[in-house]
């Protein structure tokens, strides 16, 4: 079992910055895929970002591509999402999810294990 927390969210104003954290614990996740989903309200969850479990490999969604930088800390048992140049449309719950295959996905049903979620709010 893996029990994911995230922290870092907030309000901000648009072209601020946020740097989201997702610590792990029970289980080391040095060998999980992590992504980062979001869903604002009214919508569906979507993909942000996701890394392979030895970093080396990252991809996004077009819409924060540029804008959005995913890495992880093995040793630290965490992931990070920074934040640049925030929009409005930005605005939702942010998740961290861990996949037990190693591998970068941008489908929610290949995730193991969720975040509870963190409340990023951009104001324009």
């Known amino acids: 079992q893996v029990q994911l927390v995230e922290s870092g969210g907030g309000l901000v104003q648009a072209g601020g910055s946020l740097r989201l954290s997702c610590v792990a614990s029970e289980r080391t996740i040095s060998t999980f895929a992590m992504g980062w989903f979001r869903q604002a309200p009214g919508k569906e969850r979507e993909f942000v970002a996701a890394?392979?479990?030895?970093?080396?490999?990252?991809t996004y969604a077009e819409s924060v591509s540029g804008r959005f930088t995913i890495s992880r800390d093995n040793a630290k048992n965490t992931v990070y999402l920074q934040m640049n140049s925030l929009k409005p449309e930005d605005t939702a719950v942010y998740y961290c999810?861990?996949?037990?295959?190693?591998?970068?996905?941008?489908?929610?049903?290949?995730?193991?294990?969720w975040g509870q979620g963190t409340q990023v709010t951009v104001s324009s």
């Open positions: 890394i392979d479990w030895s970093g080396s490999r990252t």
């Open positions: 999810a861990a996949a037990q295959d190693g591998y970068c996905s941008h489908y929610d049903y290949e995730y193991d294990y």
